[in-house]
């Protein structure tokens, strides 16, 4: 995911990209989860996952 701001054509290459990730393991356990409960036929849960991603700092 990169966004980027409303700005003339050629100073777009002047701005910082921002990026957000979601580590592997969260992203490994939380499938693992619903995997579960779909083999447990638990079916109350929401049928959509929504993770949280982290924003990348530069250092």
């Known amino acids: 995911l990169a966004a980027r701001a409303d700005a003339a ?3 777009r290459d002047d701005l910082p990209n ?7 393991r ?3 356990y ?6 579960l409960q779909r083999i447990a036929h638990d079916e109350h849960h929401v049928r959509s ?3 949280a991603a982290r924003l990348v700092t530069q250092k």
């Open 49 to 51: 996952q929504t993770i």
């Open 30 to 35: 939380t499938l693992a989860e619903r995997i």
């Open 9 to 11: 054509e050629h100073a």
């Open 18 to 24: 921002i990026w957000a990730s979601t580590p592997a």
């Open 26 to 28: 969260e992203i490994g």
